[in-house]
């Protein structure tokens, strides 16, 4: 009897994402139309950046879908807890850092690797520093940027990116924490 409930749960879960990515999708579309035909003039241009982009989306995302096999196959969740879970600390941190440096590509790639992390159980404060680091740090960037703007601008941007990742993910994790119990408490009032 559980069973059953906990699976019109999970059905009806999936549902409401569904129904959301084709609202998303829809909204898209339609602003998209929208601002078109305010803007007939850009119409060629539009298409042929959006034909540009889902030319590189169909190139990557076959590689990124066999890498997010490889991790989910190879790396165990109980490995994911330990190094990048919640009680992690500064290695944690660190590995984030180091993980989210170290590839180059969109940041779109990223997305599908955070989810993968966050099922497996990796705190919510180290894939926000995973994604930052991703977005704002590359070992290749770092070389053109000490070439181009030297050793003191270079260590100073990265000193304070890596602050500044660390407050925004810690601060990210606290305020997702502080609204999931006051729901919790809200829910439990109205049980009474």
Partial sequence: ???????????????????????????????AAIILWIFPDKTELATTTARNYFLEMIKILPAVMVIMGLFSVFISKKQ????MGKSSGVKGILLAIFFGALPTGPLYIAFPLAV??????????????????????K???????????????????????IIFMVIMGLFIERTIEWTDNRRIGVSQEVEK
Wanted: aromatic share 8%; proline share 1%; net charge positive.
């Fill in 80 to 83: 994911v807890v330990k190094y």
């Fill in 1 to 31: 009897m559980m069973i059953d409930s906990v699976k019109k749960q999970d059905g009806k879960k999936q549902r409401r994402v569904l129904i959301r990515g084709y609202a998303i999708s829809a909204v898209v579309l339609i602003a």
């Fill in 139 to 161: 070992i290749p960037q770092e070389l053109i940027e000490l070439q181009f703007m030297g050793i003191k601008f270079m260590a100073a941007r990265l000193v304070l990116t």
């Fill in 116 to 137: 993968a992390l966050r099922k497996k159980g990796a705190s919510v404060s180290n894939i926000v520093i995973f994604l930052s680091a991703w977005a704002c740090i």
